[in-house]
């Protein structure tokens, strides 16, 4: 059986279709809230509904992403991948956001909208360079972000496969337990001398690109340190103390910290596990970034047109099931065929990657 296969039959018998979908939905609902102006629902006070659907998502990614440079530590096939994964689907909802919706709901007349140079350096976002407006799309929305407020994580999201791939590349996963000390030296940075929630209590901004990537690099260390915890009573066991970590973090008033410290073990693990409904979550496709990248246009339109005929949670109900269904087109049509060109990894290669995936030092 090939490693492709293996990884299929696995992806097939766990939980994280399940979580991922979650995760959206929770940025989804989230950012309903901010778009009808009223404040979002938070989680651990410093953060969010929206962005801790955000977290783990980061903290899932660099699990997932771990595992896949692991089977094939190939610089160009793992770049091809990851962009088989993301460019399709998100050339596709920026093509529909700007010369479909554009056109539809701008105030402008049609000729100045695109001879406008915001029209056509919306797709820089292609290149990982985002472009956050459209000219008179949206003009009276409550958020600064429009017509889609979501694509400014994608970059930070590919600078951590980045920063994967060259730690990968100068050896430093060989050495689980020194890459083990450089998210703690980075989350130890952020969180206590950098002082991010401090920061943001005085009315500072977050380093997202820091903050993120401490997630991210979390699951990374999930991953590589997985014999650890993946049995079910140490799996039990982690919890625990992550749990009663959390709770002491909470007392004293750290709750991002104690979001980073329980985020990525518990949705990891959740996704790991292998539950008899939610393994089968995902038959019908993974919808989860379908969701994140569409829901926001879908809802700024949905607002749009029928913000004062409609309740909160009509409109949410309409965002939701139009949303949902955009991003079950978007698998079928766009993302899986995509993904079926993701480059084969040779024998020789996958063992070679496995090999030097093994910790020099355990």
């Not at 809230?33 to 783990?56: D, H, I, N």
């Not at 430093?172 to 952020?190: D, E, G, H, I, S």
């Not at 380093?207 to 014999?227: M, N």
């Not at 709750?255 to 939610?278: D, H």
Request: one cysteine or more; glycine letters at 6%.
């Amino acid at each position: 059986m090939t490693h492709e296969k293996k990884a299929e039959l696995s992806h097939r018998t766990n939980n994280f279709d399940f979580v991922r979908f979650v995760a959206a939905t929770s940025v989804l609902i989230s950012h309903h809230f901010a778009l009808s102006a009223l404040p979002e629902p938070l989680v651990l006070k410093y953060q969010t509904l929206g962005g801790f659907g955000v977290f783990v998502f980061f903290s899932i990614s660099g699990f997932l992403v771990a595992q896949s440079w692991q089977r094939d530590p190939n610089l160009i096939r793992f770049a091809h991948r990851r962009l088989l994964r993301i460019w399709p689907g998100l050339l596709c909802v920026l093509l529909l956001c700007a010369l479909v919706l554009g056109p539809i709901v701008t105030t402008m007349p049609l000729a100045e909208y695109f001879s406008d140079e915001l029209t056509w350096t919306y797709f820089k976002t292609m290149l990982f360079q985002v472009q956050p407006f459209l000219q008179g799309v949206f003009p009276q929305s409550p958020v600064a972000y429009i017509p889609n407020g979501v694509l400014w994580t994608i970059p930070i999201e590919v600078h951590c496969y980045g920063y994967l791939a060259l730690l990968g590349m100068i050896g430093v996963l060989r050495w689980r337990w020194l890459l083990l000390a450089m998210t703690v030296a980075l989350a130890v940075w952020y969180y206590g001398i950098h002082d991010a929630e401090g920061v943001f209590r005085s009315g500072g901004g977050r380093i997202h690109e820091v903050e993120f990537a401490t997630f991210f690099f979390s699951g990374v260390l999930l991953h590589y340190f997985r014999e650890i915890w993946s049995t079910p009573a140490r799996a039990l066991m982690t919890l625990l103390l992550a749990v009663v970590m959390g709770s002491v973090l909470v007392a004293l008033d750290h709750q991002l910290i104690a979001a980073f410290v329980i985020t990525p073990f518990i949705f990891v693990a959740l996704g790991n596990a292998s539950f008899p409904v939610l393994r089968r979550f995902g038959r019908f496709g993974d919808l989860s970034y379908g969701i994140y990248i569409y829901a926001f246009p879908v809802q700024q339109t949905i607002i749009w047109a029928l913000g004062d005929r409609l309740s909160f949670l009509q409109s949410l109900g309409m965002a939701l099931a139009i949303t949902f269904v955009l991003a079950w087109l978007s698998w079928h049509l766009i993302e899986q065929p995509a993904l079926r060109l993701k480059p084969k990894t040779p024998r020789a290669a996958s063992r070679e990657g496995q090999l030097a995936a093994q910790p020099a030092v355990s």
